[in-house]
Every structure is written in C-alpha cells, then in structure tokens.
C-alpha cells in the first residue's frame, strides 16, 4: 500500500498520560500536514511540514503538542499531560509540494484518541 | 465570517437524483480549490481537484466564481454509493505558509 500510513489506528489513554502518533507520507511527498477532527466538525489544521522543516503552527497547538519530521520522511505527533478533550482523531495528510498536481493532499487512515 | 461555509444538510435525495452542493470562502487569497469527500468515522478522500472556472469528472462538476468566493458541486444520476459528507477545502499558498481549509461539510444521502 503506497498511501498515506497512520499508526497507531486507536489509542484509549488515561489523563495525564503522553501519547505519540506516528505518520509515513506518501513517498516523495515533500508537504505534510496533521489535522484534528472531532464529530460533526471539519478537519482543523495543526501544523504543517515542508521536508524537515515546520513552517507553520496552528494556535490551537498548546505547547503540550510537539511534532517533529526530522528526517523530512515519516512524522510524529506527541501529546504531553493529556486532557479529556484532547479526544479526537489525529489525521495526517501529505502532498507532492511540486508539479501541476503540488498541492493534492492525501490523507491517512488517522489515528482515534480517546483521553479517558 | 467563517472561513469556510457550506450547508450542513442532510440533503435526502432519491436515487438517480441531481444534487448540488454550494460553498463559500472567506480568504480572497485562496489558489486552489478542492472537493474531498468523507464517509462516517473515515479519512477525508479526494474527490475533486477545482480548475479555473471549472471541470467535470463523470457524474461531478466543480464550478468555481472567484469573483463571488464561491464553489459548487453538482453530483448527476445520485447513487448510493454517493452518500458521505462532501467537504468544499479552498487552499492558501504564501510565504512559508500552506494551508487547506475544511468547511464542515454537506451531508449527503442517497435513499433507494
């Protein structure tokens, strides 16, 4: 399968607890993304990677959340002390950044959260 | 005003229906335009990539005024298969900034 891989798929963890979600882009996409849903809402953006460098940080980004892409490859997101309504799923999304199709994104199976 | 806004629905149309979805977008600074499609507890998946003022792929057709900040989708010979959240995403592009922006949706079912 060359789309987008998420892992883990679910993740059920007690307040307080850190959690870290892991993303494979589609390979030689150079943009990556992660986006947070919750029921009835749109995808909200959280931060956005150019290969290795992340160049744009949503506020709803707390200083608890942290990712990282270090080797412009596959990414994390780490969750630190989480809240109950950090609850939600966690997508990842990655496009070519580069040609006529450059700013198609794809996204990944996501990753569920629950915060219990 | 909302960056994204589009009519949550439900729209409940018969099989073999025409349908068609309307969005509006905020950032005159929007350069692309897509259409993604998304089923219950699923990923959003592409449906549609919105050229110019315009294109169709099979039953879709994207229409896009830039002048009125507007997109649509109409979805011809509805199936059942067409039922899903149809999200409008108008992207921005600047310096060291890339964004797609998700509405949340029109939800959309196809009733035999």
């Known amino acids: 399968d060359t789309g987008v891989s998420q892992n883990p798929r679910h993740k059920i963890t007690k307040r307080g607890q850190n959690v870290t979600f892991r993303c494979d882009p589609i390979?030689?996409?150079?943009?990556l993304y992660w986006y947070r849903q919750t029921l009835g809402q749109g995808p909200e953006f959280l931060t956005y990677?150019?290969?290795?460098?992340?160049?744009?940080k949503s506020r709803l980004l707390s200083d608890r959340f942290s990712a990282e892409r270090p080797k412009g490859s596959f990414s994390t997101l780490e969750i630190q002390r989480t809240e109950q309504g950090d609850s939600a799923m966690y997508l990842c999304?990655?496009?070519?950044?580069?040609?006529?199709?450059?700013?198609?994104?794809?996204f990944g199976q996501g990753t569920r959260l629950t915060v219990v | 005003r909302k960056e994204v806004e589009q009519d949550p629905g439900p729209f409940n149309v018969p099989e073999g229906a025409t349908v068609a979805f309307n969005c509006t977008y905020s950032?005159?600074?929007?350069?692309?335009f897509f259409w993604y499609r998304q089923d219950c507890r699923k990923e959003p998946k592409l449906l549609m990539s919105?050229?110019?003022s315009g294109n169709e792929d099979g039953r879709f057709t994207a229409q896009l005024n830039r002048a009125s900040q507007y997109i649509s989708l109409l979805i011809r010979d509805s199936k059942l298969s067409d039922s899903a959240t149809y999200l409008c995403?108008?992207?921005?592009?600047?310096?060291?900034?890339?964004?797609?922006?998700f509405g949340k949706g029109t939800k959309l079912s196809v009733i035999p």
């Open positions: 990677f150019q290969n290795e460098a992340q160049l744009e």
């Open positions: 390979s030689e996409h150079n943009r």
């Open positions: 995403v108008p992207s921005y592009s600047g310096a060291g900034s890339y964004q797609l922006t």
């Open positions: 950032n005159s600074a929007s350069q692309s």
């Open positions: 999304a990655s496009s070519p950044g580069a040609g006529r199709m450059n700013t198609e994104a794809f």
């Open positions: 919105v050229y110019s």
